[in-house]
């Protein structure tokens, strides 16, 4: 490496900071109170947080710590017993999937959730299928708005193939594909939904480092360039404090720490409960 | 609003005029439920085992059956024709492993659920090719004169059958819940390749699964056949245990017993009291319905295992 | 290298979206339009056309309806000969009651109806999955015959409860039903009739329904998440299969035998329909087709057969062996393709494009 | 087993003339008649020996696996060619349930429980081709809970319930409950938490040392297995494209640059990462 | 070059009904046979038969029927469809292709009114007429029609087309006489029957039970009724619940069971003799020899006597050749089976002299009832002839109903 590439580094990341900072607003969503059981098991409980506009937010924490359950809750697929949600200032008592989507919350799933039947440009066209308006008759005849509108959404969807690199696999049914970009597919799919909020649950799992990097880059790119606010969940530290705002910690469905990946890395209790010795 | 009056009241103005018949019925509903259970037993055992929908489970019960009546017509006695049915359920179990379920290993259900269909023409047609398809009596000696319990009519011949199917049950849910076969069993149902990647052998389990579901078909097979004639209609008995099924659960060994009398009693109660009021002939519809209604409260049957639904 | 894409570039994403995307897929799809529609009129005989053509139309009708829901939505049906009932039902009392209209709003109409029946039906898979809502739909198959056979309004009050259906004329004196109706008339009615149904649902599988069918067939949590209503997409797949199930019941009833009772819908129905789909290949609106050539096919094929091979004498032999032979042909084919008949002419063609090396 | 073997740091080439434990040779596999997905791979594995199969994302690591397992056959793959052969014997023809009997046991790629079992069940069902009776189960049964004292906590619940991780441990210990002499591991870190990866690893090394098992182990988390491993392969697009001890590829400088993150001036943090860097290496 | 006379066999010897179909086609079969070993053929010209199996499938018969119809040098003589559902299908197509159909005791009923369906041939008696020959047993039975009033019968019919034939005229009968008339319906293929026999034997306990069933149906009846005690002296079944398929798999509980029936029960005719001597003594019969003279075979022979005969008096107006279905059509409208005519056929007694004009194609042939005894069908009554004066109106008013709807002329037949 040259010393100037270095530095270049430096400076985009110093622009990168600032410019976060202005980017950064208001709460977009915040979780109150959420308690969740599933007949004995207390998967949630009480848990509160915050998610600001164009931020990075991580949820870390020990493995069956409710992670994915929170997120099952924010998008309304499960219904916690105890708990409300504000989103932009306006307080929500129930979130239902379709709800969710409306509002433009988009996610990927821990354990790929893709259609196996359907091809990748299919996949991620069923994200645009709340933007599209033609009726039955209109798509039976291919005529009118069904093809207007067809045509219009695979150029959006297009961009966002040629975004993540994903052209040669477009006629591939997913099923198929290796794990990797499976991911990759997920991750387009919930793009094409246009979020304002995306949620993330492990995305870099089962990648290589060179991937992880990739799906980084993915990432931070959507943050910035389309200001989407995101929320992770992530096992890999180095992933998770480099490149998120701020952290929640949960542990056995309690709230353990919230805040910046520096105050979070260096709290003893998060130590205890999850970081372990972390090598690096 | 007379009519609404006709059929929501009048029938069971008419239970409660007629108690002992009503009760009657009751009793007759309930022991034709215990022979579709009979049926819905085989069924349960293979889905529980493999997480195959069998179709076939009709066609066995008939081809047992036909194998049974013709040895004895052969001029067997009664243990060599049991014993030679058995043989021939075993055998049809290992060939079906071998020839279909083998080569469509990890397939996805619907593609099995064809594949016992397809077995269901192959054995139809091969069990009349061989026996013909002439009615035959079947006379294993069961009574079938009516018991007459003070006013009440009961059949002797259900009330045998009531007790045979009670052991067959209680043997088979012991099996399933308590031992390292069951509990195998039910982990190929789950995940066929998870299965063989511990070790399980696959042929062996589906050979097990499937002798037995054969040996429970050939007892529904004589018992049916003892009622109706050995003939190509027991194999259409399967469509009245499909209600019976869903009812009890796909996966639940007593499940098939109380879907049994649920749909037997439901289903005679209401074509006696009911039926008449819209033309009759519920019974071919009732049975799929109140199974329906129960499946709107719980989707997996009385006693299916939950449906797990997770991302 | 006879079959290949290369060099074939899309220069438009709506040349990317079209149906055929090869070349040579067009030429054969157009050779076997002029094969059907020219061709076959031409030099087909009555037996061919009558009894081997329309039933093979309408069952690929039928089974186009039953893989819109079955193989598209993934909601697996046995109430398909229910729903063809219903429409065979509501196209005669249509016809009956408005002598007038015309043959192809009658279907049109009966097909709504259908459709309608089968939203209610459909109900219940907003909480019924799999193989208990499968046995669920036998309560329609079941529910519906029985009413068709019960109550006597549905047939005009026939002693006997078969309905024919009256001639009707597509234009002038063009007769399509009743005794009137030359073989080719119905055969072209039929054929035409099916093929702008079967381009309507290509189109249909392909953009945004088609998708959401599919979608909460492979993965309904994910779908509802991504903003994909289950409930209008499952009851739209079952109105929209019930549609189709319903103008193949109607045209069953009024082209192919004229007169029918309720029983001509019985089960059996349900499953070959079934049988089809799976056959020709879930989720494949040409597996439709192939399948019901295959069912329809086999079994008269098989029966001529074993006739010609000297079995005549034994009748039932030659039905035995025939439910034989078309069961291990069933099991056969399974095995051999999974995905079905459409899916092995796919991988023929894969094999074509990349012909002559093997991988 | 031996402590011969546990005396000997073991590496994946046999020294001298002893026959590896397995061996493959050269396999090709095609998925569904036409996708050629492996493209001749040979890989040994000495008794005793950790070996790890290191690669991008479809590079073929899991079909590695499971065409040794002959699992490939599920899913309407075939090895086209080439041999595997376990102990001197061929088991290309031989079906999984034989394989595990003569021990070797794979845990799949994205855990796989039996949803309706439940955990201990799960646990049970993994003893199935044992025949040294009830006791010793009981105690093997212990042992995994001692390894996974999460799994002792949900042992009664349905597995089809358990998060992410508890599915993963629940894998590991099915599979342990075979006593295997060879287990087959499929990216066992995946969706763990960094302590629970370290704990896995430290149990599959413990289970090697002390148990004597041998394992192959394909894995994303490049850092963590060459630190357990002893031998490594790696695989690109259906290929080895390098080799050798796990002290030689971790000082390997591409494995370093693509594997582990550490070119030139140490790690570097992910959010610097400017240049998407996905790209055909080694072809 | 021989003459040959081609005439279709719709059979089902597989399917739900298979057992039933089986003695039928069997019965029909033999009687071709014995007509070419025995006399060379109807006045020489060859019979050349060949079945199909139907399995009792309405498609199956649409396309038997089309496979089958322009077979042999001169097309299908004449179609027995066996089946009253393909019998429907089949009424049109066979009329524009010009071949007549022969439903003997079964089909649609009012198609015996010539006028309206020129092709079809329902002799020797309807569901209708036979509907008022049991009632009238029914009335003799309890000492004359004026006892039937207050009366219960019970009618348990199979739900199909078939079944639901007899409703109308009992409904009429009930009106003339006063009876009171439950229905029962039972589901195909009625395997459950239950719940129909203790409303029945338990709670409605009709005086008379009438069955129009058909296949496991029937057995499945009997054996219901024996167990909630119903008497088998006043249980009576139509023709087509009255074979020993019906009452064999219900052993003893089916001894004292009655039936109607339109020919003889047993193999005691000369006819059967023949049968015999010339096919089976030779190892050509149909079936096996001890079931022949079985009731569904007897009517088999029925069948194909009485297309012989119609063919017979076509080749009498037309000459003895091969002849076109049209040609046998118009000897059938001549048909005219004396009782001497029977004699010499072997059967006397077997069944009743018939006779068919342009009108009518049905004749309203009696009936009589037979009774089960344990081994063998036993025949207890005369010959009960239908009360045509009932019957005969319907059927002209429901066949001129249909070819109004269907815009159809009605044929003019000369009167007398
Ligand atoms: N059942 C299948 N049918 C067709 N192709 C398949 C099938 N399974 C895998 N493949 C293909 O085989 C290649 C290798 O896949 P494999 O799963 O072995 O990769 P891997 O190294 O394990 O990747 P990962 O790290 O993502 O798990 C991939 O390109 C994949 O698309
Ligand atoms: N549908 C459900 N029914 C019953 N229990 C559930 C359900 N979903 C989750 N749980 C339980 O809730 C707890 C939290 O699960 P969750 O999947 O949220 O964990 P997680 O933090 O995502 O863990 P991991 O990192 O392993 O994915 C676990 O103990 C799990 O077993
Ligand atoms: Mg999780
Ligand atoms: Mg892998």
Redesign the interface.
């Known amino acids: 490496m040259t010393t100037a590439a270095t530095d270049l580094r430096l400076d985009s990341r110093q622009a990168a900071t600032g410019r976060r900072q202005r980017r950064i607003g208001g709460v977009l969503l915040a979780v109150e109170n959420v308690s969740l059981r599933f007949g004995g098991v207390q998967a949630l409980s009480g848990v509160s947080f915050d998610v600001r506009q164009g931020e990075i937010r991580a949820i870390i924490g020990p493995n069956g710590a409710g992670k994915s359950s929170m997120l099952n809750v924010i998008n309304g697929f499960y219904q916690p017993q105890e708990g409300s949600f504000v989103w932009k200032g306006e307080r929500l008592a129930r979130m239902r999937p379709h709800l969710a989507a409306t509002l433009g919350i988009a996610r990927t799933f821990q354990n790929i959730a893709l259609f196996k039947g359907m091809t990748t440009l299919d996949n991620i066209m069923t994200g645009r299928i709340l933007k599209m308006r033609a009726s039955f008759l209109e798509q039976a005849l291919w005529w009118g708005r069904a093809r207007r509108e067809e045509l219009a959404h695979r150029a959006f969807v297009e961009r966002i193939i040629d975004f993540l690199e994903i052209q040669h696999i477009r006629h591939t049914p997913v099923g198929k594909l290796p794990y990797g970009l499976q991911k990759r597919v997920e991750l387009a799919r919930a793009l094409a939904m246009e979020p304002e909020l995306l949620l993330l649950d492990e995305p870099m799992a089962g990648m290589n480092l060179e991937e992880k990097e990739d799906m980084c880059r993915f990432i931070l790119d959507v943050n910035e360039e389309f200001g989407t606010t995101v929320v992770l969940i992530e096992h890999d530290m180095g992933v998770v404090m480099d490149i998120s705002d701020r952290v929640v910690v949960l542990d056995y469905g309690k709230l353990l720490a919230d805040g910046t990946p520096d105050e979070v890395r260096n709290d003893p209790r998060v130590i205890e409960a999850y970081l372990g010795l972390v090598h690096d | 609003m007379e009519t609404l009056e006709h059929i929501l009241l009048q029938p069971f103005r008419s239970i409660a005029e007629t108690p002992m018949f009503f009760l009657e019925v009751l009793i007759g509903g309930l022991m034709s439920g215990v022979m579709y259970a009979l049926v819905a037993l085989g069924f349960v055992l293979i889905f529980k085992a493999s997480g195959v929908f069998n179709f076939a489970q009709g066609a066995m019960v008939l081809f047992a059956a036909l194998f049974f009546v013709g040895f004895l017509e052969l001029g067997w006695p009664v243990w060599l024709a049991v014993a030679g049915s058995v043989v021939v359920m075993v055998a049809l179990a290992f060939a079906i492993e071998r020839v279909v379920l083998r080569p469509l290993v990890n397939q996805p259900p619907i593609i099995l659920f064809m594949a016992t269909i397809g077995i269901t023409f192959f054995l139809d047609g091969f069990g009349q090719t061989i026996w013909g398809s002439d009615v035959r009596r079947l006379d294993v000696g069961i009574p079938t004169t009516p018991l007459i319990v003070g006013d009440l009519y009961i059949n002797q011949f259900d009330l045998f059958a009531a007790v045979i199917c009670g052991l067959l049950v209680t043997v088979l849910a012991l099996f399933f819940q308590f031992t390292p076969t069951g509990r195998a069993l039910r982990a190929v149902a789950d995940d066929h390749q998870a299965a063989m990647s511990v070790g399980i052998p696959l042929n062996v389990i589906w050979t097990i699964v499937w002798s037995v579901a054969g040996l429970v078909g050939l007892v529904a097979g004589v018992m049916w056949g003892s009622k109706l004639g050995v003939q190509f209609n027991l194999s259409l008995i399967a469509l009245k245990a499909l209600p019976v099924l869903i009812l009890g659960g796909f996966t639940s060994v007593p499940g098939a017993i109380v879907g049994g009398l649920l749909v037997g009693a439901g289903e005679k109660v209401a074509e006696v009291f009911w039926g008449p009021l819209v033309g009759g002939a519920v019974e071919d519809w009732f049975a799929y319905v109140l199974a329906l209604l129960f499946l709107l409260v719980r989707p997996q049957g009385l006693f299916g295992e939950r449906i797990i639904e997770r991302v | 290298m006879i079959y290949r894409e290369t060099g074939q570039f899309k220069a438009s994403y709506a040349a990317d979206q079209a149906i055929f995307r090869l070349v040579e897929d067009r030429i054969g799809m157009g050779a076997i339009l002029f094969l059907a529609f020219v061709v076959m009129p031409l030099v087909g005989s009555q037996y061919w056309l009558e009894t081997i053509m329309l039933p093979f139309l309408i069952y690929s009708l039928a089974a186009i309806g039953l893989n819109l829901l079955t193989g598209y939505a993934g909601q697996l049906s046995l109430g398909t000969g229910g729903f063809m009932a219903c429409g065979a039902f509501s196209a005669y009392k249509l016809a009956t009651a408005f002598p007038d209209l015309h043959v192809l709003l009658v279907l049109v109409l009966a097909g709504s109806i259908t459709a309608a029946v089968g939203i209610l039906f459909g109900l219940p898979s907003l909480r019924i999955k799999g193989f208990y809502l499968a046995v669920a739909t036998l309560a329609a198959q079941f529910f519906l015959l029985w009413l068709f056979n019960r109550v006597p309004w549905f047939t005009n009050y026939s002693s006997s409860g078969v309905i024919s259906a009256p001639p009707l004329a597509i234009f002038g004196d063009i007769w399509v039903t009743g005794f009137e109706a030359t073989p080719v008339a119905k055969y072209l009615f039929t054929l035409s009739l099916v093929s702008i149904l079967a381009l309507a649902a290509k189109n249909m599988t392909r953009l945004k329904i088609g998708r959401a069918w599919m979608a909460i067939r492979d993965m309904d949590i994910a779908a509802e998440i991504i903003g994909i209503r289950p409930m209008t997409t499952k009851l739209s797949a079952f109105a929209i299969s019930s549609f189709y199930c319903g103008i193949a019941g109607a045209l069953w009833a009024f082209v192919y035998t004229g007169a029918v009772e309720a029983l001509a819908f019985e089960i059996n129905v349900s499953f070959r329909v079934l049988f089809m789909i799976i056959i020709g290949g879930l989720g494949t609106i040409c597996g439709s087709f192939m399948g019901a050539a295959f069912i329809v096919l086999l079994p008269i094929f098989l029966n001529n057969t074993l006739l010609a091979l000297g079995l005549a004498e034994a009748v039932a032999l030659a039905s035995h062996l025939e439910a034989m032979i078309m069961g291990a042909l069933i099991i056969f084919f399974l095995i051999v393709e999974p995905h079905g008949l459409a899916r092995l002419w796919q991988i023929l063609k894969e094999k074509l494009r990349r012909w002559p090396f093997p991988y | 087993m031996s402590t011969a073997v546990l005396e000997r740091p073991p590496t994946g080439r046999p020294v001298g003339e002893r026959e590896p434990l397995l061996a493959v040779h050269n396999i090709e596999v095609?998925?569904?008649?036409?996708?050629?997905v492996l493209k001749g791979v040979s890989l040994e594995v000495a008794e005793g020996s950790i070996v790890a199969l290191?690669?991008?994302?479809?590079?073929g690591k899991t079909t590695t696996l499971k065409a040794i397992?002959n699992?490939l056959?599920?899913?309407r793959g075939e090895v086209t060619r080439g041999s595997i052969v376990f102990r001197g014997e061929d088991v290309h023809a031989l079906?999984?349930?034989?394989?595990?009997?003569r021990g070797v046991?794979?845990?799949?790629?994205?855990r796989?429980?039996?949803?309706?079992?439940t955990v201990e069940?799960?646990l049970?069902?993994?003893?199935?081709?044992r025949k040294d009776g009830r006791e010793a189960i009981r105690r093997d049964l212990e042992m995994v809970y001692d390894y996974f004292p999460?799994l002792r906590e949900r042992r009664r619940?349905?597995a089809?319930?358990?998060?992410?991780?508890?599915q993963?441990m629940c894998a590991i210990g099915?599979?342990l409950?075979?006593r295997p002499k060879v287990m087959l591991l499929d990216?066992p870190s995946?969706?763990?938490?960094?302590?629970?990866?370290?704990e896995i690893f430290e149990i599959v090394g413990r289970l090697n040392r002390q148990e004597g098992v041998t394992i192959l182990l394909a894995e994303?988390?490049?850092?963590?297995a060459l630190?357990y491993a002893h031998y490594g392969y790696i695989l690109e697009n259906g290929r080895v494209v390098l080799d050798g001890t796990a002290e030689a590829l971790r000082n390997n400088e591409d494995v370093k640059e693509?594997?582990?993150?550490l070119?030139?001036?140490g790690?570097?943090?992910?959010?610097?990462?400017?240049s998407?860097?996905?790209r055909k290496r080694w072809l | 070059q021989e003459k040959v006379q081609f005439i279709p066999s719709l059979v089902y010897r597989t399917g739900p009904y298979g057992p039933n179909g089986e003695p039928f086609a069997n019965g029909v079969a033999d009687y071709y046979n014995l007509v070419n070993e025995r006399d060379g053929g109807i006045n020489g010209v060859r019979i050349m038969f060949e079945e199909c199996d139907t399995q009792y499938n309405n498609d199956k018969g649409v396309e038997c029927y089309e496979r089958l119809k322009n077979k042999g040098p001169t097309g299908a003589a004449i179609f027995s469809p066996l089946s009253t559902g393909i019998t429907y299908a089949l009424i049109e197509r066979a009329l524009a292709d010009k071949i007549p159909i022969f439903s003997m005791g079964y089909g649609r009923t009012d198609a015996a009114y010539g006028r309206v369906f020129p092709h079809v041939f329902t002799v020797p008696a309807s569901y209708w007429s036979q509907a008022t020959s049991i009632i009238q047993y029914i009335g003799a039975q309890e000492g004359g029609m004026d006892k039937l009033k207050g009366k219960k019968i019970a009618l348990v019919y199979h739900d199909s087309a078939y079944g639901k034939e007899p409703i109308t005229t009992l409904q009429k009968l009930k009106d003339m006489f006063g009876y009171e008339l439950s229905l029962f319906a039972v589901a195909h293929p009625g395997l459950e029957q239950k719940a129909t026999w203790l409303e029945i034997g338990r709670r409605l306990r009709p005086n008379w039970v009438v069955m129009w069933g058909w296949g496991v149906m029937n057995s499945t009846a009997i054996k219901e009724a024996a167990a909630v005690g119903y008497p088998m002296e006043r249980f009576i079944g139509n023709w087509w619940s009255g074979s020993e398929n019906d009452v064999k798999p219900a052993g003893d509980a089916a001894i004292g069971y009655k039936s109607a029936n339109f020919h003889g029960a047993g193999a005691d005719w000369p006819v059967h003799r023949d049968i015999f001597t010339y096919l089976y003594d030779k190892g050509k019969g149909a079936g096996q020899r001890d079931r022949v003279g079985e009731v569904l075979y007897n009517r088999g022979i029925a069948n194909a006597v009485i297309v012989t005969e119609a063919i017979r008096t076509a080749q009498a107006m037309y000459g003895a050749r091969p002849l076109t279905g049209w040609e046998v059509r118009d000897g059938f409208e001549k048909l005219d089976l004396t009782a001497e005519r029977l004699k010499e056929l072997g059967l006397e007694g077997f069944m009743q002299p018939i006779k068919v004009t342009c009108e009518d194609h049905e004749g309203g042939g009696p009936v009589y009832i037979q009774q089960w005894d344990g081994k063998k069908w036993q025949r207890i009554s005369d010959w009960i002839p239908p009360m045509r004066d009932v019957v005969w109106p319907m059927m002209v008013e429901s066949a001129t109903a249909y070819a109004k709807e269907k815009g159809i002329a009605l044929r003019d037949c000369p009167q007398g």
Not at chain 4, 54 to 59: F, I, M, P, R, W
Not at chain 4, 112 to 117: A, D
Not at chain 4, 220 to 224: A, C, D, E, P, R
């Open positions: 095609v998925y569904d008649h036409v996708v050629l290191l690669g991008a994302n479809g590079a397992s699992l056959r599920t899913e079906d999984p349930p034989a394989l595990v009997r046991v794979q845990v799949m790629e994205g796989h429980v039996f949803e309706h079992l069940e799960n049970l069902t993994g003893a199935y081709t999460r619940s349905l089809g319930y358990t998060s992410g991780g508890e993963q099915r599979a409950m075979a990216e995946m969706g763990l938490a960094p302590q629970l990866v370290e994303q988390n490049t850092n963590v630190r693509f594997y582990l993150g070119a030139g001036s790690r570097k943090s992910f959010r610097d990462i400017k998407y860097k996905r």
